[in-house]
């Protein structure tokens, strides 16, 4: 007789509810970056706030570390096709950077060290939805998944929780971010399966 253990058996098959369309589960944790590694030691981190209007506010790690932090356990989902369950986080909800801020903004651009750009709509970004996480398993976020902070944004394909993120610059038009404007999706939902521009 078979032993069938929960969280084994059929979890992860192309027919799981769970997996958004053309997606397949991984137990690993894979690297996808662009550039190389910044490496940003604590003390010289921040985090910008930039308004329509160019009014900024900053945050440095100890303030990043001083505002409430959520535990988030979420599956993600990488454009490349994989994806992973229960990845568990913690980290500050993007409401509490927003907190107080009046704005006509409709999207923003996460913003990064080394330069990575990837837009959003603020309706992703508010509501529960987003996270600027630190710590990722239990432990502080490691420079290759984006540490010391990065987005956190789930429900949208991975591109989109942007590694090393230093700001988001709040806009009034929407603008291509760096794979936005290399032919990938504009949105990136992976249950409607925006993968590439014109899907
Ligand atoms: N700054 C930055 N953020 C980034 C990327 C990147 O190249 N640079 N790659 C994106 C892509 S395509 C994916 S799938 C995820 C990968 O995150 P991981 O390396 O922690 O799996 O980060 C996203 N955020
Ligand atoms: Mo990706």
Redesign the pocket.
Known sequence: MAVVNRGFGSKGRSDDPRLPPGQHLTDG???????PT?LIPKDKWAFTLTSETGAQRSWRWHELLDLPSESVVTD?H???R?SKFDTHWQGVSVDAILAGVTTDATHAM?T???????NLPLSELRGGKAWIVYR?GGEDLGA???GPA??LVPQL?????????NGLRLLVRDEPG??EGAGYHNHGDPWREQRYEFD
């Open positions: 944790f894979p690297v996808l970056s662009a550039s910044p993600i990488c454009v490349t994989w996460a990064c060290y080394g330069g990575y750009t990837t990722y290759l998944h984006g990065r987005l394909y991975f591109w989109k929780s942007a590694k090393w993120l760096f794979w």
